[in-house]
């Protein structure tokens, strides 16, 4: 894989994409709201998980982190002076109810987030609500969290209580985001919360996740005007190692796992047979009419893009026998991750060919670095605003492809606390000085700026 853009490339410019083009800065809840005794919020498990000694690496933890639940106009405006249309953020499920479900929601954490809306209209920015970025309330974990059924009716649940609260003003609904980390990194992996180690629990967990987007989609088409209604996907390219047969396979399994996990089922074709047959008994457990509940058609395809992976076979390393590679000389981000624009266009034109979504938005993308405050006060990224310009020149080829990708939204406008690193990796447009909450623009998010104000 070769990065090949340069900068003998027409100049990038907004005009370059459609004129109603989503473009925005993604956020979500934990990392940055803080505030987690505020009006009467619930535990979440992301409280518990970083209060386990040994699990976040600076042992942080998100109950200050950007402080937006207080600091959200000042926010909001940094997001607007970019010349953003659109801005998605994600609901923190436990201030809507702190145990999980109820007869009678937190009337002060809807008040919040139908001020942060207003907020984001009056400034002119569209909101792109996500019901599900990882912060499960505690009480639901408590009694079997995501791998129990009852979890799927508990988010039907909130789902009808946010949608009939904010449906007036908010159009776009993302149900889930990324489902691949809330199960595997969470129940096999352990990184994140809840922190298991089990397989066929993570599966489980998956299996849920998705019925439960299905399921919600018709409670906020019934309470939404005009709703678009998507999920946002972690997907990758792959590659294989070296062109054996061995690896080549491997990166078959991988990717029935990685992407078409999600990918076939939500367009209809059920779960992957490649897949489904080497998990023999760790199966999940799929009851009658799931499959169909799971292709709900949706309005759009979220897909968050970070990098590429390589991956070689690996016999008798876990069930799906694979291993995830470190190709050597290749760009890498601070950390660690593969810089790869073409990446993106491969991922997205794959997708493009095998399923046709109508409509794709790209739900986050961005890059994390060490960012320095210089004696100026300025934070001299060069590296991110690079990131960003070859993934919006990448963006550019997509779209002039005629693959329908509407929207891009960057990840983050904030520094904020990146779960299990806690706040050692700065992914923002926006530094944050945690001591103080400062907010500094970063050279990258002046070039974002200048780009969407025709300044370039
Ligand atoms: O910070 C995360 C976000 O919560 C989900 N997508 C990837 C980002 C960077 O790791």
């Known amino acids: 894989m070769t990065n090949t853009r340069t900068n003998d490339l027409p100049p990038l410019k907004r005009s370059d994409f459609a004129p109603d083009f989503r473009w925005g800065c993604s956020t979500s809840s934990y990392q940055i709201e803080g505030a987690v005794h505020a009006d009467g919020r619930g535990e979440s498990i992301w409280d518990r998980f970083c209060a386990t000694p040994g699990r976040i690496r600076d042992g942080s933890s998100g109950a200050v982190a950007c402080d937006h639940y207080h600091r959200w106009p000042q926010d909001l405006d940094m997001a607007a002076s970019l010349g953003t249309n659109a801005y998605r953020f994600s609901i923190a499920w436990p201030r809507i109810f702190p145990s999980g479900r109820g007869r009678v929601p937190n009337q002060k954490g809807l008040d919040f987030y139908a001020r942060l809306v207003d907020g984001m209209l009056e400034r002119g920015l569209e909101p792109w609500v996500t019901l599900y970025h990882w912060d499960l309330p505690q009480a639901l974990q408590e009694q079997g969290g995501w791998v129990d059924r009852d979890t799927v009716a508990a988010f039907v649940e909130y789902t009808d209580v946010v949608s009939r609260h904010l449906g007036d003003r908010v159009k776009h609904w993302i149900t889930h985001n990324e489902p691949w980390c809330t199960a595997f990194i969470g129940n096999y992996e352990g990184a994140h919360a809840p922190g298991l180690k089990d397989f066929r629990t993570a599966l489980q967990v998956c299996h849920n996740v998705m019925v439960s987007h299905g399921l919600a989609i018709p409670v906020i088409r019934r309470n939404v005007a005009d709703a678009k209604v998507g999920a946002a996907l972690s997907l990758h390219p792959l590659y294989p190692a070296s062109a054996s047969a061995q690896d080549v396979a491997a990166t078959l399994r991988h990717d029935g796992l990685r992407n078409r996990w999600f990918l076939d089922p939500l367009h209809g074709r059920g779960y992957p047979a490649d897949v489904w047959n080497i998990l023999g008994d760790k199966a999940p457990v799929v009851q009658d009419g799931d499959l169909q509940i799971i292709a709900t058609p949706t309005d759009f395809l979220g897909v968050n893009y970070y990098f590429p992976e390589v991956v070689a076979d690996a016999p008798g390393q876990g069930v799906m026998a694979t291993r995830v590679v470190d190709s050597p000389n290749v760009e890498r981000t601070a950390f660690g991750w593969e810089v790869s624009p073409d990446g993106m266009v491969a991922l997205l034109s794959r997708v ?33 605003r690079r990131y960003l310009e070859r993934h919006l020149l990448a963006l550019r080829e997509i779209v002039a492809k005629g693959i329908p990708v509407k929207g891009y939204f960057a990840w983050s406008l904030l520094d904020n606390f990146e779960w299990a690193e806690g706040y050692l990796r700065r992914f923002g447009l926006t530094h944050v000085d945690f001591d103080t909450q400062q907010r500094r623009l970063k050279l990258s998010g002046k070039w974002y700026r200048s780009f969407l104000k025709g300044e370039l």
Not at 356 to 369: C, F, H, K
Not at 370 to 380: A, F, M, P, T
């Open 352 to 384: 493009a060919t095998d399923y046709q979504p109508a409509v794709i938005y790209l739900t986050e993308n961005g890059s994390s670095y060490e960012d320095v405050v210089s004696s100026n006060g300025e934070i001299d990224d060069g590296e991110r």
